[in-house]
């Protein structure tokens, strides 16, 4: 029923740009949250970027903060999160994770990113 199905990963090299798309179905995707994750080998998960279900309002973490964009097309029940300048720094396992105020999560099941030269 509920899926988030993320795409868009792979190998880039430093200063290059990928698109992540989040796909999501089973559920009102307007109604949600929208926040996209990140864990490195041996790191803690860490907070990417968030945005509103309206796309009114978008937070982001500070060592992405002007080199990534989160947005979102309600109609197509898609998130996207935009890197540029890519850096060695970025690899790890991206999640994208829908969420209300009543206590609703969904998770993907994530997508690598890895930025190698």
């Known amino acids: 029923q509920v899926q988030l199905v993320e795409s868009g990963g792979g190998l880039v090299q430093p200063g290059g740009s990928l698109r992540l798309s989040c796909a999501a179905s089973?559920?009102?995707?307007?109604?949600?949250?929208m926040r996209w994750y990140r864990q490195a080998p041996g790191k803690e998960r860490e907070l990417v970027a968030m945005i509103t279900s309206t796309g009114g309002r978008t937070v982001y973490g500070d060592s992405v903060k002007g080199r990534f964009t989160i947005s979102r097309d309600n109609a197509k029940n898609t998130a996207y999160l935009q890197m540029n300048s890519l850096k060695p720094e970025d690899t790890a396992v991206y999640y994208c994770k829908a969420t209300t105020g009543a206590r609703a999560e969904y998770w993907g099941q994530g997508t690598q990113v890895t930025v190698s030269s």
């Open positions: 089973g559920f009102t995707f307007n109604d949600y949250t």
